[in-house]
């Protein structure tokens, strides 16, 4: 198993650009989620799917956009790149949609520099 | 929402010395979970604690759930450089359709 991937790695964009960051999964599992981490923020959930067709927001979802269409895929949009959203952005999945009980696994990340 | 405390921010030790650090909620948790993160890449999960009082080891690494459910800590004896990196504890929000991150404590280690 691939485990959780994501893609790009790293990425530089112009403000009022938009792009997706890629997730996917290959464990069938029912709950993905993105967080941003940002120097002593920790790890803030912008988004997350319990479920193909179903999303929902976090404590950050501002500018973000989701749509969870398969079981493997959780890509996530910035619609209008704004300086403020230069991070790196975890995606996490566990197998069960009881997500605080469950183990979250995390892909290796996206470094996003918005300038 | 759920907050969590998380103490402290950051702790610099000369290899061999121990290693502590706190995580505190404002609320009763029905559970708790730590996660470690080496520099540049993602955070691994550790361990989860569900019950009060609940007293977990791996290796050099001790976990302690408080009587209240209230607070957690991981101790780390006889640190060694492999345990540099940042430390989260993890909690639910109400409805456990979510997971609440500490900030996180970064630890370095010195040969």
């Known amino acids: 198993n691939a485990g959780v991937t994501q893609t790009p790695k790293f990425q530089v964009l112009k403000t009022g650009q938009s792009m997706t960051l890629q997730c996917a999964q290959d464990?069938?599992?029912?709950?993905m989620s993105w967080y941003r981490q940002d120097p002593g923020m920790g790890l803030r959930l912008i988004h997350y799917s319990v479920g193909a067709g179903i999303t929902d927001q976090g404590e950050v979802p501002n500018g973000y956009n989701v749509s969870r269409s398969t079981t493997e895929d959780f890509p996530l949009r910035l619609l209008s790149a704004a300086p403020s959203q230069t991070s790196v952005y975890f995606c996490a999945s566990s197998y069960s949609n009881r997500a605080s009980r469950e183990t979250q696994y995390f892909g290796p990340g996206t470094r996003l520099l918005v300038l | 929402g759920q907050q969590v405390m998380q103490i402290p921010q950051y702790q610099h030790v000369q290899e061999g010395e121990d290693f502590t650090t706190y995580c505190n909620s404002s609320t009763t948790l029905s559970n708790i979970q730590w996660y470690k993160q080496r520099p540049g890449g993602h955070p691994v999960f550790l361990i989860q604690l569900v019950k009060s009082g609940e007293v977990k080891k791996q290796k050099r690494l001790t976990f302690q759930f408080g009587e209240a459910k209230k607070n957690s800590s991981l101790h780390i004896t006889a640190t060694q450089t492999t345990d540099v990196g940042t430390y989260f504890c993890a909690v639910p929000n109400t409805g456990f359709q979510k997971l609440v991150f500490g900030t996180g404590t970064r630890l370095l280690v010195s040969p």
């Open positions: 464990m069938n599992h029912e709950y």
